[in-house]
């Protein structure tokens, strides 16, 4: 054996590694998350537009069914025949039943006469009279709209609220069927004179009128306490009934004023008017000795809590019922920013202090009775 063979061969050297991407954890999640909320936002985007096309054509096939009904006379029949030529057509698209199709043609009839009836500013036409809010929502909404509210102007109303706050269809028939139209900003206040003029129009409209706290069941003559207790038990729906922008702070909030301890009711802070709400519960009809002690409450609140940024403090009297003309003298000189409203909950006969207020709804009733029933069937199963 040669020196040569003798000597070992060398070991081929491992192939480098590929140096690993210079990618700081904080720089790849900010990237991530940037990318994550513009293809979000572009789905969005993508919807609303499908949305709005498809509302448009619903629009402009309830219009050309008019015009041809007023050309050619045609009737029931010929639309009927042409629901089911267009379920044939198009047999993976939903929307072409004669009852949509009929509904289509209200549809264009309805904001057609509507927006003769309203100012164009308020009608906010968008193209042939389709106003724009009408052309952002779902057609299920159009639908509600058309079946349950006969108001131009409140159908109007609900369509743009459902743009601005994003309610899903049941949300929206909640509002309707409580009337929220009728009730908005209806409250009596002295805002329009002790605000300025952009933080009193919002806070008027912040109002309601009577206020529908019908997920509580109190006795005839229960007490603020009570309610209280009742209303709290139920913050969720609470602050649903008060509307978007309402924070809850706390209750029974204490003011020391002159060595004297005084109790807030409910305090809130409402993020777009940017100011605290002092809610006062009264078990009674109003009083005008009920808008001396508010306007003391929003002094000292005004004085121990707000911030430099926040706007002057609100207050809110809930009472049991209010004389309209009594509240209008209590508030015409008061200094401060004060509501009254009046309020509405189911009534139960008397019972014991413990369960006033913490009863369950008709509607909770009904849940409970179908899940105990699920439960039995399940139980027999097994």
Known sequence: MTEAMAKKKPEPKPPAKRPKANLAPGDYQAFLGELKERISTAQLRAAVAVNRELIALYWQIGRDIVERQKLHGWGKSVVEQLARDLQTAFPGMTGFSPRNIWRMRAFYLA???????????????????????????????????????????????????????????????????????????????NFERTLPALQSDLAR?????????????LAEEAAEKELETGLLAHIQKFLVELGAGFAFVGRQVRLDVGGEDFYLDLLFYHLKLRCFVVIDLKATAFRPEYAGKMNFYLSAVDDRMRHPDDQPSIGIILC??????????????????????????????????????ALPSPEEWAEGLKDAEKAAEEGDDR
Not at 205 to 217: G, S
Not at 332 to 357: C, H, I, Q
């Open 205 to 217: 409209e912040t109002l309601k009128d009577p206020y529908t706290f019908e997920f509580l069941a």
């Open 111 to 189: 904001y057609t006469a509507d927006a003769r009836k309203l100012p164009r500013p308020v009608a906010e036409m968008d193209g042939e009279n389709l106003p724009r809010p009408v052309a952002e929502i779902p057609w299920g909404h159009n639908a509600d709209l058309l079946d349950k509210v006969k108001d131009p102007a409140a159908r109007l109303w609900y369509a743009r609220k459902a743009v601005e706050n994003g309610w899903s269809r049941n949300v929206m028939l909640h509002w309707i069927e409580s009337d929220l139209y009728g009730r908005q900003g209806k409250a009596q206040s």
């Open 320 to 357: 049991k019922a209010k004389n309209k003309v009594v509240a209008e003298y209590a508030l015409r000189d008061l200094a401060k920013p004060v509501g009254v409203s009046s309020y509405v909950t189911k009534l139960v006969e008397s019972l014991p202090p413990a369960f006033r207020g």
